[in-house]
């Protein structure tokens, strides 16, 4: 695949990142970085994370962490303020989500923009002190010149209680460790595994959570940006073994998608392999029930 190829594709939407109706209303929104970042986090807050802005969450309200499409996201905020997009909105009126949802909505107002646009799933490793990689998602983009990785999740707020002291806009590569870097270096013996995934949370860390991040990365780099819950094919429970044959595919996973240059390469591999490949229906491992992939109405 050419070059000209691969930022053409990040910049069509795709099954999940497409905005439908509610295209005009990410182009009403500055189409550089700094304001897409700041549209975004106007109107989202982390359902884990309302504590830093003064409230606790409904737990009505962490259903809406579960909409997996662009379009029905957009639709939420704006039937819940139909002001536009770049008008913040107070944190407890904002949509209740995740890191992959503001990354899902940093890459459709980039796409719609026609800046070549993915996301990346991975772990965040902010605190340098630390020993954890959070499990976490990120946007990726071309700025004309490289890929760079950005976390719209990170606004003032936030970097200040994380402490972080680098630009959100662009998070280095040792800050953010995309799945297929976290699985090298785990099978290169450079990375404890059992300090991947969430801390705190007994059997929420181990090989199987980098090993299905890197199916979810592979699927997001072949624009199928799933929940951080959903799980298909080949992805691993805590209690299995990862035998030969699944070392061996997240073995080649992981030598492509680890560097940006090559990481849409994958999409070849995973329309081939039905171990990767997206169903039409998913485990949202959170409800415990099989859902659609693309809503219906």
Known sequence: MSASEVLAYYTQPGPLSDAGAHRDALLAVP???????????????????????????????????????????????????????????????RLACTCRTFTLMTVAALRAHGVPARARCGFLHYDPASEWYIDHWVAEHWNGERWILSDAQMDPVQATAFKIDFDPADVPRDRFVVAGQAWTAYRAGELDADKCGLPGIPGESGPWWIAANLIRDAAALTNMELLPW????????????????????????????????????????????????????????????????????
């Open 230 to 297: 959903d799980v298909w094919g080949r992805m691993p429970e805590p209690e299995d073994e990862i035998g030969p044959d699944l070392h061996a595919l997240l073995d080649e996973l992981a030598a492509v998608t680890a560097d940006p240059d090559t990481a849409a390469d994958v999409r070849s591999r995973y329309e081939a392999d039905e171990r990767l490949r997206v169903p039409e229906q998913v485990l949202n491992a959170v409800r415990q029930t099989a859902e659609p992939v693309i809503p219906v109405d």
């Open 31 to 93: 189409g550089d970085l700094p304001s897409i970042l700041t549209a975004v986090q106007g109107v989202l807050v982390h359902q884990a994370l309302t504590h830093l802005y003064g409230f606790e969450l409904a737990e009505a309200r962490r259903e809406t962490a579960h909409l997996r499409a662009a379009d029905r996201i957009l639709g939420q905020i704006l039937d819940d303020d139909a002001r536009p997009l770049a008008d913040p909105r107070e944190p407890q009126h």
